[in-house]
């Protein structure tokens, strides 16, 4: 079996719905992430913050209306290698069935 497409970013499943989130929407908000998954403020950031050390995301900071407002989108690197890992998940699979 060759796991050369699975990228460790991706093991853990906080990670992985991050990147499912981003890689259907243009940008997300912090906010919106934390509503989605369910987390706690400081769970969720440790988990960008991963993805952010691989490049695989991108932060974007900015105000609006006084108050401030973090996006996130995923990367041109991070969509090649969340789409790579969910390719070797999808033959593993298929392999096993």
């Known amino acids: 079996m060759n796991l050369d497409n699975f990228h460790k970013a991706f093991e853990n499943k906080v990670r992985l719905g991050i990147m499912s989130v981003l890689m259907v929407n243009d940008a997300v908000s912090f906010n919106q992430l934390k509503e989605l998954l369910d987390l706690t ?16 995301i991108e ?16 990367t041109r690197a991070g969509k090649t290698a ?3 890992h ?4 999808e033959k ?6």
Not at 86 to 89: S, T, V
Request: charged fraction near 35%; proline fraction near 2%; charge should be positive.
């Open 86 to 89: 969910l390719a070797a998940l």
């Open 41 to 56: 403020d400081g769970n969720l950031a440790s988990h960008l913050k991963a993805l952010e050390k691989f490049k695989f």
């Open 92 to 97: 593993l699979i298929k392999e096993h069935l």
């Open 59 to 74: 932060v974007k900071k900015e105000f609006i209306d006084r108050k401030p407002n973090t996006t996130y989108l995923s």
């Open 82 to 84: 969340f789409e790579e």
